[in-house]
C-alpha cells in the first residue's frame, strides 16, 4: 500500500521571501517585523528597506541583525548601500573595522574598507587596506587595481601605473583596468597611449559607459572633435544619467561651431544635476557668445553661488557685466577671481581692459603691467597692454606692445588686427593692410579684421575694395553694426553707386536691425502743449575736437534756455577742451559711452526728451540702434552723415532747399526731408586761424596752385579725370594735397601713379602729409580750391572760404554731391559752380587765366562770408529753434505712434 506523501507548510521567513520575491512588499515587511528575532530575517527587512530609499531604517535592522550574529559578513556588506546613500562614511568605515576584528583575514572585508576610505579622502589608510588584501592574496588582480586608483589620486603616477600594469598581467581581460590606466595617461597628456587603453577596455566590454567617456576626452583633447562628440553619444545611450559626457560634448560642439548644439549639451547636463558649476559656467559662455547677456549672468551667478570659489566663472560673469555695460559690478568679479586664484592671468587683463573703459587708464596700466611683471612672456600680457595704451592715444607705444606680442604668438589674429588700427590711427595705411590681411590669413572668419581692412582701403582712396571687405564682414557677422555704418559711410565716397543702390544699402541696415527691436520699440502719448518749453537731446560722439563740435557748440551757447532745455548724450571716451565747453552749454550732460544702446534709449526715455537729435548718422560711434527703440516721440538726423539713416524710428532730416531742391531726392530719403531756410548748418571761425594774405600766391610763384585739403577718400577716379583736365589746360599749374598717410612711400606712390596714368608729372603735385598744424596755414599757398565730387567737402569747404581761398564745385543731385553748391550760393558766389563736368573744368581754367578775376574772388572774401548767412549763428539758431517747434506741433497734432512697443 502507497506512502500518502506528507505536506509541510513554508515557514514564517520563507513565506515573507516569497512576498517580498513577487513584489508585495507590505506583507513581507509585516513578516519580516514579525520574525525580528532573526537575525536573517532582520538582513531580509534591511534589504527590504533599501528597496524603498528607507536607508536609516535599513541601517537599523542591520545593525540589530549584527549584534545577533557578529560574524555574518555578508550583513556588513549589506550596510555599504545606506551609509553611503546617507553619507556617513565614518560609520560605514567603522563596520568594517568591527567585522575585521573577528574576522582579519577576510579579503572583501579589507577591500570595501579601502574603498569607503578612498571615497572618504584618507587615501593613505585605503592604501593600507588594499595592502592588507595584497598580503592575504599577493594575485588579487582588483587589489592591485584599487591600489593604482588611490595611488593616482595621491599624484604618485608612476606608481600607479605599476599596479594597473600588474593587475593586467594577473587579468588580462580586466577592463576597468585598461579605462584606468587610459585615464592615467591622459593626465600625464600622453594621448595616444590612453587611446589604445580605452579601446582595449571597449573590446572587452563594449558596454562600459565610462571608457566610451574617456575616450571621448582624449579625442577631444587630440582635435577630434567629431569623434568625441561620437563618444560622448555612446556613452549617454548606455548610461543616460551621466552628466558630465554631455557637459564635455556641449564643449568639442562649441569649438566645431554648432553653438545651438553646445548649448543644448549644456541644458542637458544641467537637467540632471542643476548645480553642476562647470555646466552652468560653460552654458554661460555659449550663451553669451549668442549675445544673451542676461540668461548668461544668471548662469555665471549660479556657478558662483555653488562654488564660491569658481575663480573662472568670476571672471566670465565679470566678462557678462561689461558686455551689459555693468562696469562697477564686473570689476568686483574680475577683482574676486584675482583674489581666489592668483595664477590665473585673464581676470588681471580684464581689470585692466575694464578700467580703460572707465578712463581709469593710470589703473589699466598698473593691471597690465602688474601682468606682464608676472609673466613676462605673456603674449596676451603685451597685447592688453597695447589695448590700454591705444585707449590712451598713445599709439606709438600701443604699436610696440602689439609687435611685442606678436614677436611671442606670431599666429596672435588679435594682435595683428590691433596692430593695423594702431598703424591705421598714425596714417601708416600700407602697414595696416598689410597687419589685417595677416590677421584675415590666420582667421578666416574674421569679421573685424574684414571691416578695418575696409577702412584702410576707404582712407587710401578704393572705396570698391573697401567695400568688397565690409561685405565680407557682413556676411561673417550680420548683426556687426560697425561694419554696415562702415560700409554706408565709405559708399558715400564712391562714384560706381548709384542713388538708389545706396538707398537700398541703408533699407538692409534698416531691414537687419530694426524688427528684432520692434518690442523694445516706446509708444509716446500726443503731446498736448505745442508751446511747452521743449526737451532737446543731442546725441553724438563727437563733443570734441571734431568737425561736429565745430558746428554745434556755438549753437549750443546761443540756444534760447526759455524756449529749449538741452540735454547732451556724449558716446565717446575723449575729454578736452571742446568737451568742457558744450558740457558747460549744455543743461543736463549724460556720458553714454558705456550705456548699452537700451540702456541708453530707457534713459533717453525717463529724461522726457521731447525732440531727439541725432549728430553722427553712420559714423562711429554712433548710436542709432538706440534711437531705433523710439525713445522720443520726435527725432531727426543732423549735420554728421550726409544722407538717410535708413530708420523708419527717425522722423525727419534736416536739410535746405540748395543742398536737396524739393522733389529732387525724397524719393532715396526714408525720412522726411525739413529744409531750413537758408543753409543747413552755420560756421564758427576757429580762434587760432590765421590771417589771409593780401594777394594770391601765384604772384610770389610765377604759377598757379590749385589745392584740396578733403579726405583723401572723397578723392574720387572721375575727380582725379577732371583734376588732370584742369592741369593740362592751365600748363605750369600745380595741385596740392593734403594727405594723411602720404610720409608712407606706398601711400605717396599711389597717389602720383593716378595722376600719372592721366598724363600728369608727379612734379606738378605738390603731397603734404596731414598735420594737424596745418590745418590752416596751407591755405595761405594755394591760389583756387577744388571740391571732390560725388562727396563734396563740407567743414573743409567753410574753412576754404574763410582763408580767403574760393572754390569750385560741381553739382549733383543729391546731398552729399550738393554741399558745396549750398556753400557758395549762401556765401553769394554762385559764379563757382558748375553745373555739368565741363563747366566745372571751364570755371576753374577761366579763373586761372583771369588775374584780376581771381584777386576779386579773394579780396575781402573772409569778410563777406563772415556777413553772410554762412556766419550768422544768432539767426541760423533762431532758424533751427523754429524748425524744432514746428516738428512739436507737427507731432502735437498727429496722435500716438503706430505699432506695438512700450508704452510711454
Avoid at 476 to 498: E, F, K
Wanted: proline letters at 5%; one cysteine or more.
Amino acid at each position: 500500500m502507497k506512502k500518502t506523501a506528507s505536506y509541510a507548510p513554508p515557514s514564517p521567513l520563507a513565506l515573507a521571501m516569497e512576498h517580498h520575491r513577487a513584489g508585495r512588499l507590505e506583507q513581507a515587511e509585516a513578516l519580516y517585523r514579525k520574525l525580528d528575532g532573526k537575525a536573517e530575517a532582520l538582513h531580509l527587512l534591511a534589504l527590504l528597506y533599501q528597496q524603498g530609499a528607507r536607508h536609516a531604517d535599513a541601517i537599523d535592522a542591520l545593525q540589530r541583525a549584527i549584534d545577533k550574529e557578529p560574524g555574518r559578513a555578508p550583513y556588513y556588506v549589506a550596510l555599504d548601500a545606506s551609509y553611503r546613500a546617507l553619507d556617513l562614511l565614518p560609520a560605514l568605515q567603522a563596520s568594517y573595522a568591527r567585522l575585521l576584528q573577528g574576522q582579519p583575514d577576510n579579503i572583501e572585508a579589507h577591500l570595501l574598507l579601502g574603498h569607503a576610505l578612498r571615497d572618504d579622502g584618507r587615501l593613505p589608510d585605503a592604501l593600507s587596506s588594499y595592502l592588507a588584501v595584497l598580503a592575504l592574496q599577493p594575485e588579487h588582480a582588483e587589489a592591485y587595481s584599487n591600489l593604482g586608483d588611490t595611488l593616482k589620486l595621491m599624484g604618485n603616477l608612476d606608481e600607479a601605473q605599476v599596479c594597473y600594469v600588474k593587475a593586467l598581467e594577473l587579468q588580462p581581460g580586466f577592463a576597468e583596468v585598461h579605462n584606468n590606466l587610459g585615464s592615467l595617461y591622459q593626465q600625464q597628456e600622453q594621448w595616444a597611449l590612453s587611446a589604445g587603453h580605452f579601446d582595449a577596455a571597449l573590446a572587452l566590454r563594449p558596454d562600459l559607459a565610462a571608457a566610451h567617456y574617456n575616450l571621448g576626452v582624449t579625442r577631444q583633447h587630440q582635435g577630434l572633435l567629431d569623434e568625441a562628440v561620437a563618444c560622448y553619444r555612446r556613452a549617454l545611450a548606455l548610461d543616460p544619467r551621466l552628466p558630465q559626457p554631455y557637459n564635455n560634448m556641449g564643449i568639442a560642439l562649441k569649438e566645431l561651431g554648432r553653438l545651438d548644439d553646445a548649448v543644448a549639451a549644456y541644458q542637458a547636463a544641467l537637467a540632471l544635476a542643476p548645480d553642476f558649476a562647470e555646466a552652468l559656467n560653460n552654458l554661460g559662455g555659449a550663451l553669451l557668445d549668442q549675445q544673451q547677456v542676461g540668461p548668461a549672468i544668471e548662469c555665471f551667478q549660479h556657478a558662483v553661488t555653488v562654488r564660491p570659489g569658481y575663480a573662472e566663472a568670476y571672471c566670465n560673469l565679470g566678462v557678462a557685466y561689461k558686455a551689459d555695460y555693468r562696469l562697477e559690478e564686473a570689476l568686483v568679479c574680475f577683482e574676486n577671481a584675482v583674489y581666489l586664484k592668483p595664477e590665473y592671468a585673464d581676470p588681471y587683463a580684464m581689470l585692466a581692459l575694464t578700467n580703460a573703459d572707465l578712463q581709469r587708464h593710470v589703473q589699466a596700466l598698473h593691471w597690465c603691467e602688474k601682468t606682464l611683471a608676472m609673466w613676462p612672456d605673456s603674449a596676451a600680457a603685451h597685447f592688453n597692454l597695447g589695448v590700454a595704451f591705444a585707449n590712451m592715444d598713445r599709439t606709438v607705444e600701443a604699436i610696440a606692445s602689439f609687435e611685442q606680442a606678436i614677436a611671442r604668438k606670431p599666429e596672435f589674429a588679435d594682435a595683428w588686427n590691433n596692430l593695423g588700427v594702431a598703424f591705421k590711427e598714425r596714417g601708416r595705411f600700407d602697414e595696416a593692410v598689410a597687419a589685417f590681411e595677416k590677421a584675415i590669413s590666420l582667421r578666416d572668419s574674421f569679421a573685424e579684421a574684414y571691416n578695418n581692412l575696409g577702412s584702410a582701403l576707404k582712407d587710401q582712396g578704393k572705396p570698391d575694395a573697401s567695400r568688397q571687405m565690409y561685405e565680407r564682414a557682413i556676411a561673417i557677422a550680420p548683426n556687426y553694426a560697425a561694419a554696415h555704418n562702415n560700409l554706408l559711410l565709405s559708399m558715400q565716397y564712391a562714384a560706381g553707386i548709384t542713388e538708389q543702390q545706396l538707398f537700398e544699402l541703408h533699407l538692409r541696415f534698416a531691414a537687419q536691425f530694426e524688427p528684432s527691436l520692434a518690442a523694445e520699440r516706446f509708444v509716446h502719448a500726443p503731446g498736448r502743449d505745442p508751446a511747452k518749453r521743449l526737451k532737446i537731446g543731442y546725441v553724438s560722439p563727437d563733443f570734441r575736437r571734431h568737425a561736429v563740435a565745430f558746428f554745434i557748440e556755438p549753437i549750443l551757447a546761443r540756444h534760447d534756455k526759455a524756449q529749449v532745455e538741452v540735454f547732451c548724450y556724449y558716446s565717446h571716451v575723449i575729454n578736452d577742451q571742446f568737451t568742457a565747453r558744450i558740457q558747460a552749454d549744455a543743461d543736463h550732460w549724460i556720458p553714454c559711452r558705456n550705456m548699452s544702446d537700451q540702456q541708453l534709449a530707457e534713459r533717453i526715455h525717463a529724461d522726457g526728451i521731447d525732440i531727439l537729435v541725432d549728430l553722427a548718422g553712420h559714423t562711429s560711434g554712433n548710436r542709432l540702434l538706440a534711437f531705433a527703440r523710439k525713445p522720443a516721440p520726435v527725432q531727426l538726423t543732423y549735420i554728421g552723415y550726409p544722407s538717410t539713416t535708413g530708420l523708419t524710428s527717425m522722423d525727419y532730416r534736416l536739410t535746405d532747399a540748395w543742398a536737396e531742391p524739393p522733389g529732387q531726392s525724397e524719393h532715396v530719403n526714408v525720412e522726411t526731408l525739413w529744409r531750413l531756410p537758408e543753409v543747413f548748418c552755420c560756421y564758427a571761425a576757429h580762434a587760432n586761424s590765421p590771417a589771409v594774405i593780401d594777394h594770391p600766391p601765384c604772384q610770389d610763384n610765377g604759377y598757379l596752385t590749385f589745392g584740396c585739403f578733403n579726405n583723401y577718400a572723397k578723392v574720387s577716379d572721375p575727380t582725379i579725370v577732371l583734376w588732370a583736365a584742369i592741369l593740362a589746360q592751365v600748363p605750369e599749374s600745380r595741385l596740392m594735397l593734403e594727405i594723411l598717410g602720404l610720409d608712407n612711400p606706398g601711400m605717396r606712390d599711389g597717389v602720383e601713379q593716378r595722376f600719372a596714368r592721366l598724363g600728369i608729372d608727379p612734379a606738378r603735385l605738390v603731397l603734404i602729409a596731414n598735420d594737424r598744424k596745418n590745418q590752416f596755414v596751407l591755405y595761405n599757398r594755394i591760389d583756387i580750391a577744388l571740391d571732390p565730387f560725388p562727396c563734396n567737402g563740407g567743414t573743409t569747404s567753410f574753412d576754404t572760404l574763410w582763408m580767403g581761398v574760393p572754390f569750385v564745385t560741381l553739382a549733383g543731385s543729391n546731398f552729399i554731391s550738393r554741399l558745396g553748391v549750398t556753400i557758395l550760393h549762401n556765401g553769394g558766389l554762385d559764379e563757382l559752380i558748375g553745373e555739368d563736368e565741363a563747366a566745372y573744368v571751364a570755371i576753374a581754367v577761366d579763373i586761372a587765366r583771369d588775374p584780376a578775376r581771381l584777386r576779386r574772388l579773394r579780396d575781402g572774401l573772409r569778410e563777406r562770408t563772415r556777413a553772410s548767412a554762412l556766419m550768422d549763428m544768432a539767426r541760423f539758431t533762431h532758424h533751427l529753434e523754429d524748425a524744432y517747434r514746428g516738428m512739436w506741433a507737427k507731432w502735437c497734432n498727429s496722435g500716438c505712434d503706430s505699432g506695438e512697443g512700450v508704452q510711454a
